[in-house]
């Protein structure tokens, strides 16, 4: 196993420095999302007062803009983000050298030394995003082995973007002290292996409702209308990255034709079997990449089913307009 330099640092070493006291003075690390669209850059200061003047820049922006159009709805969204863990060398954490793991089957949420490998990265992650304060609430292993997934939300409006980017940079910084990769590529491995996606989950006052799976039918209605213009919005090379993994296959639907329907795992849009029966709740867009832009991919949901939205191009609004439109309910 292929495993970092720097994992092999003497931590203890590193631990003399790190309890040195810095008086007043507060280490501020920067992380932003840098020209690709899905990785992670960071750098740190040092100050001794609260920063105020971080830009509004990149998807944030325009997603909070949208957000706040819809903020009467109180959109609420849960996101499944999957990913797979690498060694230094590409190759999947804990396959064999020279050739492939047993059939897929047993690794789903497995236990034993034999089924899943990396537990100790997936906790650890998930221990420092709840000490962050990030709004995780789960994890679980994934189909293919060294593949893992953890849940981000629920979360009101902007708030799921900022924490599921903070989720992947926390996820980034744990992979480094293990000396391991996480990468989010939606396809990493060809062949009979499931992809990775960051399916979204989505629902509104008026889907949470009483009676609300009148407005889940309606939402999706006018997703289907705009699907050519979602998958663009669903990976940062407008679904070139996703051409690879929505194929029809392994739990996905075709890039080519939107499907919905009940417990249906491999449709674009899935209503989960409980909320048929109950006939409110929310819905899953399963169509988002692993390494999607959560701002892009809930501001494009939230174009199409509350501002109702059609077309390729999303609608330029003016500030007056953002100002004064109330929510469109149907």
């Known amino acids: 196993m292929s495993v970092s330099h720097s994992s092999k640092l003497n931590k203890g070493v590193r631990d003399q420095y790190m309890k040195l006291p810095?008086?007043?003075?507060?280490?501020?690390?920067?992380?932003?999302?840098?020209?690709?669209?899905?990785?992670?850059?960071?750098?740190?200061?040092?100050?001794?007062?609260?920063?105020?003047?971080?830009?509004?820049?990149?998807?944030?922006?325009?997603?909070?803009?949208?957000?706040?159009?819809?903020?009467?709805?109180?959109?609420?969204f849960g996101i499944e983000q999957e990913y797979t863990l690498?060694?230094?060398?590409?190759?999947?954490?804990?396959?064999?050298?020279?050739g492939f793991p047993g059939p897929q089957g047993p690794y789903y949420c497995g236990v034993g030394a034999d089924k899943v490998y990396g537990r100790d990265i997936v906790e650890a992650h998930y221990k420092a995003c709840l000490y962050a304060g990030v709004e995780i609430c789960g994890t679980n292993a994934e189909v293919m082995p060294s593949q893992?997934?953890?849940?981000?939300?629920?979360?009101?409006?902007?708030?799921?973007?900022?924490?599921?980017?903070?989720?992947r940079f926390i996820l980034h910084r744990v992979c480094e002290d293990f000396g391991?990769?996480?990468?989010?590529?939606?396809?990493?491995?060809?062949?009979?292996?499931?992809?990775?996606?960051?399916?979204?989950?989505?629902?509104t006052a008026e889907t949470r409702a009483e009676g609300g799976i009148k407005f889940i039918e309606s939402a999706i209605e006018k997703l289907s209308r705009r699907h050519k213009y979602h998958?663009?919005?669903?990976?940062?090379?407008?679904?070139?990255?996703?051409?690879?993994?929505?194929?029809?296959?392994?739990?996905?639907?075709?890039?080519?034709?939107?499907?919905a329907g009940v417990a249906n795992r491999g449709a674009s849009i899935r209503i989960p079997r409980q909320v048929g029966q109950d006939g409110r709740g929310y819905f899953e867009d399963r169509r988002p990449s692993a390494n999607c832009d959560p701002y892009a991919v809930t501001e494009a949901i939230m174009r199409?089913?509350?501002?109702?939205?059609?077309?390729?191009?999303?609608?330029?609004?003016?500030?007056?307009?953002?100002?004064?439109?109330?929510?469109?309910k149907d």
Request: proline share 5%; aromatic share 8%.
């Open 148 to 167: 893992w997934e953890f849940q981000v939300g629920p979360c009101e409006g902007i708030e799921i973007g900022d924490h599921l980017w903070m989720a």
């Open 180 to 203: 391991v990769v996480a990468t989010f590529d939606p396809k990493p491995m060809t062949g009979n292996w499931n992809g990775a996606g960051c399916h979204t989950n989505v629902s």
């Open 22 to 76: 810095q008086g007043n003075k507060v280490l501020a690390t920067y992380v932003w999302i840098d020209g690709s669209g899905e990785g992670l850059r960071c750098k740190t200061r040092t100050f001794d007062k609260e920063p105020k003047s971080i830009e509004e820049t990149n998807l944030r922006n325009s997603c909070n803009r949208i957000m706040e159009m819809v903020k009467d709805s109180h959109p609420w």
């Open 231 to 259: 998958i663009r919005m669903y990976d940062p090379r407008g679904g070139q990255d996703n051409s690879r993994r929505l194929t029809g296959h392994h739990e996905t639907s075709s890039i080519n034709e939107f499907s």
């Open 86 to 98: 690498l060694g230094i060398d590409g190759h999947p954490y804990g396959w064999p050298k020279n």
């Open 304 to 328: 199409t089913v509350l501002l109702n939205e059609t077309g390729e191009e999303p609608t330029e609004y003016s500030d007056d307009a953002r100002l004064q439109r109330a929510t469109v």
